[in-house]
Every structure is written in structure tokens, then in C-alpha cells.
T-cell receptor, first 115, second 112 residues
Framework: DVKVTQSSRYLVKRTGEKVFLECVQDMDHENMFWYRQDPGLGLRLIYFSYDVKMKEKGDIPEGYSVSREKKERFSLILESASTNQTSMYLC??????????????FGQGTRLTVV | GENVEQHPSTLSVQEGDSAVIKCTYSDSASNYFPWYKQELGKGPQLIIDIRSNVGEKKDQRIAVTLNKTAKHFSLHITETQPEDSAVYFCAASLRAGNMLTFGGGTRLMVKP
């Protein structure tokens, strides 16, 4: 079974702190994603990565950056946390199979509270 | 870019009844439409998907229908059970694209 593991289930950080959310997948997937989940808004894409050191902005990248130094690891960075970044963060991965869409596998989520 | 709208946002049914969740999408080039189920405290998990060359797909009590002309697709759950209670998300993806655009989610509650 594919496993996508997020380093923390719950985090509480102070405004202005630099925050790192880590995600590791064990199936050698090329594509990895960070989504933010808020009630009524569904899942909104923050950043995604096609391969090591490759990254693309999603729909809501402001205030975030990412790092992918190794294929299995994709990190989301909040440069200076703000209260409006309090949310559930979900990491996902997908295998790249030519032009065919494939299943996305999600981690269990990190609930971040910024105080 | 793609925009996906999902209705209703909450749905309450009696055990044994059917549940229907509907989604519309904006980009006619989208060709992949998965449905994800998110149980409490867990990440979303794929339950069924449909591609644009198919109008309907079934898997036991779950079915998905796709109307490409009208740009909408629906999830049908028959004989609902309490364990079907969860948040359901629809999504759409462009041909050869790697991004999924999700709907706003539907909280389904099945009353015993």
C-alpha cells in the first residue's frame, strides 16, 4: 500500500514564526502536492512538484514556499506564519503515467493553529 | 483555470435510503473525475473515478454518472449505512494534467 506520511498531526505556532510541514511518500511517485482544506472551500492547491527540485505554484501560493530536495520528501514552508494560515494541510502524491490521470494518495493531514 | 462546484454542502439521510451528490465543472477539456471520501481524522481516499469516455461506472453500492455536454457529474450511494457518514469531495482534472481541482465538499450524515 502507498503510504504518505505527514510529520505532525497537530501544530500550534506563534504569529511570525517560520513553520515547516514535512511530507514523505514511499512509492517513488514523481508528483507531490500540498493542499489546504477549509470548511466550505474544499481542497485548494498551494504548490505542486513534478520531480526533484521542480515546483509550480498552485491556486493560493502567497505566504508559502516549498522544497523538494529528494524524490520522496516534499516540504511546505510558511515563511512568517499568520493567523489566516490556521487550517488543515494535506499532502498528496501521484505516479506520473504519461498522459493518463492517476489516483492521488493523501496523508492524514496536519492541523495547524497560528496564535 | 478549472472551477468545480459541489452541492449540497450537507446531506442527511436515513439508513437504507439513497444519497446523491452533484458537481459541475467549467473546463470542457477536463477528462478525469474522481470522488474522494474523507473520514474523521483521516486524509481523503479515492472511492471511485470516471473518465470522459464513459457515461456511468458502478462499484457495489456506489455509482458515478457523467454528462459531458452539461459538464456535470454525480455520485450515487444506494442502501446507505452509518459507515458511509463522511465528507465527500468531487474533483476534475485536465487531460494530461497533473492537478486535481476539488469541489467544496459534502458532509453526508446517515442516521441509523
Amino acid at each position: 500500500d502507498v503510504k504518505v506520511t505527514q510529520s505532525s498531526r497537530y501544530l500550534v505556532k506563534r504569529t511570525g514564526e517560520k513553520v515547516f510541514l514535512e511530507c514523505v511518500q514511499d512509492m517513488d511517485h514523481e508528483n507531490m502536492f500540498w493542499y489546504r482544506q477549509d470548511p466550505g472551500l474544499g481542497l485548494r492547491l498551494i504548490y505542486f512538484s513534478y520531480d526533484v527540485k521542480m515546483k509550480e505554484k498552485g491556486d493560493i501560493p502567497e505566504g508559502y514556499s516549498v522544497s523538494r530536495e529528494k524524490k520522496e520528501r516534499f516540504s511546505l514552508i510558511l515563511e512568517s506564519a499568520s493567523t489566516n494560515q490556521t487550517s488543515m494541510y494535506l499532502c498528496a502524491s501521484r505516479v506520473l503515467r504519461g498522459a493518463m490521470n492517476t489516483e492521488a494518495f493523501f496523508g492524514q493531514g496536519t492541523r495547524l493553529t497560528v496564535v | 483555470g478549472e472551477n468545480v462546484e459541489q452541492h449540497p454542502s450537507t446531506l442527511s439521510v436515513q439508513e437504507g435510503d439513497s444519497a446523491v451528490i452533484k458537481c459541475t465543472y467549467s473546463d470542457s477539456a477536463s477528462n478525469y473525475f474522481p470522488w474522494y471520501k474523507q473520514e474523521l481524522g483521516k486524509g481523503p481516499q479515492l472511492i471511485i473515478d470516471i473518465r470522459s469516455n464513459v457515461g456511468e461506472k458502478k462499484d457495489q453500492r456506489i455509482a458515478v454518472t457523467l454528462n459531458k455536454t452539461a459538464k456535470h457529474f454525480s455520485l450515487h450511494i444506494t442502501e446507505t449505512q452509518p459507515e458511509d457518514s463522511a465528507v465527500y469531495f468531487c474533483a476534475a482534472s485536465l487531460r494530461a494534467g497533473n492537478m486535481l481541482t476539488f469541489g467544496g465538499g459534502t458532509r453526508l450524515m446517515v442516521k441509523p
